[in-house]
């Protein structure tokens, strides 16, 4: 997990707070979610907003800005469903800052899932973030980029697990990651299942099914798409 903070550019700067009844209004949040919120944010803020009027980066359709919000956690952390109902909320790519307090101090993550605007609800990939940094780190220039669409990418590929193959974008990388978890997932499951299963020829079974998903993963966490050698039962 890598360790990276931006310093966001001052003539970006948006600073507005931001009511958490602004997400329920806008994306139908359920209320279990909302009990989240309330259990776990303390307040919300639209940073920064990266955009052609404030950095002179020309966008796009599918990035026409990149907006930077800043959670104050209640507790040790913000959950991943409560990010993704601010998501939902907003059409255009979001960055968080999630900052909690540690002792006397402060710690953030930046944390972001990527984004991609379809004729319908905006399509979000995997959540990436970085580790938990104490207040005072120094924080990294943004990267160097021709348009909006460009520095969206440059800005979330330190946080990618796992390289990019020739070809892929970040959501599709992002997509890609799904599957990867997703497979971790039942890979973990089929293994107790295996431990704690007293029959032989179960056993023989659920063995088989195991080497199939951890091809499967071999194959999504190569660098290349090439297809995978076929496994001996």
Request: glycine share 4%.
């Amino acid at each position: 997990m890598t360790s990276l903070l931006y310093r966001w550019p001052s003539n970006a700067k948006f600073d507005r707070v931001v009511p958490k009844v602004k997400f329920y209004e806008h994306a139908h949040v359920a209320t279990a979610v909302r009990s989240r919120f309330v259990d776990e944010v303390e307040g919300i803020s639209w940073a920064y907003k990266l955009a052609e009027s404030t950095i002179h980066l020309k966008g796009t359709t599918s990035v026409p800005e990149v907006q930077i919000f800043k959670i104050h956690a209640k507790a040790e952390n913000v959950s991943d469903i409560v990010l993704t109902a601010i998501d939902k909320a907003v059409i255009t790519p979001i960055i968080f800052e999630v900052t909690r307090e540690n002792g006397a101090s402060q710690q953030t993550r930046m944390v972001a899932a990527p984004k991609q605007r379809t004729t319908g609800a905006a399509k979000l990939g995997a959540y990436l973030t970085t580790s938990w940094q104490d207040a005072g780190t120094q924080r990294s220039p943004l990267p160097t980029a021709i348009d909006l669409p460009t520095l969206y990418t440059a800005l979330l590929e330190p946080l990618l697990p796992m390289a990019a193959r020739p070809g892929e974008d970040l959501v599709d990388v992002a997509s890609r990651l799904q599957a990867v978890r997703q497979l971790e997932r039942e890979i973990g499951a089929l293994e107790r299942r295996i431990r704690n299963e007293p029959q032989l020829n179960r056993k023989v079974e659920l063995h088989r099914t195991l080497r199939t998903k951890q091809a499967s993963l071999a194959a999504l966490t190569r660098e290349t798409s090439s297809a995978p050698t076929a496994t001996k039962n």
